[in-house]
Nanobody
Framework: QVQLVESGGGWMQTGGSLRLSCAASGRTFSSNAMGWFRQAPGKEREFVAAITSGGRSTSYADSVKGRFTISRDNAENTVFLQMNSLKPEDTAVYYC??????????????????WGQGTQVTVSS
């Protein structure tokens, strides 16, 4: 049984940093792109960041570019999201997501094979 378990969410003041982790179990995802989506109250789930299976290429939403960094450790079957310079508009539930594909060119909600349960990130002004 595949499980994606996120951790690292919580409350932070504007300008602060948080680091999210997503540990996968049940199978190895070294051949799959991985990444993060987020969903704020009353809004649709949106793409945040993605990383290719080998970790050589990354992609970010414009709203987080330059502030967030995605990385992965295939030996640990884990993906990370370092979030710096947090803003109140970053407040959302953050979901780890594993694509069915290795590349990130098609990374979207439609390409996701597995979702985590989500972790809340709240940024206060």
């Amino acid at each position: 049984q595949v499980q994606l378990v996120e951790s690292g969410g919580g409350w932070m003041q504007t300008g602060g940093s948080l680091r999210l982790s997503c540990a996968a179990s049940g199978r190895t995802f070294s051949s799959n792109a991985m990444g993060w989506f987020r969903q704020a109250p009353g809004k649709e789930r949106e793409f945040v960041a993605a990383i290719t299976s080998g970790g050589r290429s990354t992609s970010y939403a414009d709203s987080v570019k330059g502030r967030f960094t995605i990385s992965r450790d295939n030996a640990e079957n884990t993906v990370f999201l370092q979030m710096n310079s947090l803003k109140p508009e970053d407040t959302a539930v953050y979901y780890c997501a594993v694509s069915r594909y290795s590349l990130i060119s098609s990374y979207s909600t439609g390409s996701i094979g597995y979702w985590g349960q989500g972790t809340q990130v709240t940024v206060s002004s």
